[in-house]
């Protein structure tokens, strides 16, 4: 089983920035693809970015150019960097992982990773 903790969440004002991060514990060999992904009430989990064990990265392009994922492999951690944050960036952000070395060319989606955090609020005022 692994164990995934997200932290850093929390209200900001439009324009601001927030650093997630999600470190992994138990059986993280288990853990070679990592991601976030979001959700809001009433709508589906959107993906945000994944990084895999080797280093590949895969964005959705609607985030391209604020949020930028990283990964710290001896620390088992996954972050994500959110700049000039918006209004509608306000969602529930969790991290994933999932053993399955399988390979996307764009953002994974959810149905691929296997492990689940319980998430971080991010809120984002106008």
């Known amino acids: 089983q692994v164990q995934l903790v997200e932290s850093g969440g929390g209200s900001v004002q439009a324009g601001g920035s927030l650093r997630l991060s999600c470190t992994a514990s138990?059986?993280?060999?288990?853990?070679?693809?990592m991601g976030w992904f979001r959700q809001t009430p009433g709508k589906e989990r959107e993906g945000v970015a994944a990084i895999s064990g080797a280093g590949k990265i895969r964005a959705a392009d609607s985030f391209e150019g604020r949020f930028t994922a990283s990964r710290d492999n001896a620390k088992n951690t996954l972050f994500l960097q959110m700049n000039n944050l918006k209004p509608e960036d306000t969602a529930m952000y969790y991290c994933?992982?999932?053993?399955?070395?399988?390979?996307?060319?764009?953002?994974?989606?959810?149905?691929?990773?296997?492990?689940w955090g319980q998430g971080t609020q991010v809120t984002v005022s106008a």
């Open positions: 138990g059986a993280t060999e288990s853990t070679y693809w």
């Open positions: 994933a992982a999932t053993r399955n070395r399988g390979d996307y060319y764009s953002m994974p989606p959810a149905r691929f990773f296997n492990y």
